[in-house]
């Protein structure tokens, strides 16, 4: 009997201990955690001193994504022996130089993507991978400060596809106005001088014009999370018929190290291209004033690296 009770309370006794050293363990990591989070913040004030200074700023970040398959005999479906797949990939880049009385900021946006759907048992079929998401924008933004938050400004913007039908269409604008710059990471260009120079090919629908330009762009990096929203909006004075805009967005989470995963996704409106595309595929009663300009749009989700 005296046995059992000093086991038990031998048991208790090591019970309290654990208990206790857990207690204390847990007081001694909420210290450090406290002690962490006051050098966090000391690091966060001398990283926005740092951002602060005048000099250059440089970043990219991109995502990449991808998959290919094959069947053999899958006869539930309409295709039974097929091979197929896709692969794409996004960068947005920067480089700005930040100065007391002027800034010169410079971006691009490459999202170029193929796609293939080879059914074998269609000798007409191809293998190949064909063009799917072509974009590319580049742009650069040159202002004279006024003051912290406003400046006299000029922008060129050049956009077009590159793996098909290249500068066929290509747009460049070139225009002056102002800049605001309300917070850090956002830049805001109204620029109502504006001429919008399109380069095509033979006879074709597009027509350059004068009009106003409209820039809005926001790039930021928190913690693991890269993002980027940019929408570009021309006005042609001459016709609404020649007026466009377009909004891209990109999301990358860093999970380890540089790598993480990536969502993109851009929309636009264009009417010169829509009028463009249905002429080419033999819609020769098609015009302006009755032409189905629908919403353009694309997506991709992968894998995402930042450098």
Known sequence: MKKLILLFVMCIAVTSLQAQTKEELKAQKAEKQAAADALQGEANAIQAQIDALPGWRKGAFGTIGGSISEFSNWYAQGAPNNSSGNIGFTVNGYANLLQDKFFWRNSANINLSWVKLDNKDDPTDSEDFREATDVFNISSLYGRKLSENFAISTLGEYR????????????????????WTPITDLIVVIHP??????????????????????VADYTRKIGAVNF?????LFQSYKSSDYSNWTWTNSFGYTLWKKIGVGFDFGLRNNKQEALNYNLGIGNTDATFDNVDNKLQTYWMFGLNYSL
Do not use: C, Q
């Open 228 to 232: 980027k929203t940019n929408l570009s």
């Open 193 to 214: 001088l504006n001429y919008n120079f399109v380069f095509s090919k033979g006879e074709t629908v597009f027509e350059s014009s004068l009009g106003a330009k409209i």
């Open 160 to 179: 077009t596809t590159i793996l098909n039908n290249f500068n066929n269409p290509g747009y460049l604008d070139i225009g002056v106005g102002a800049t």
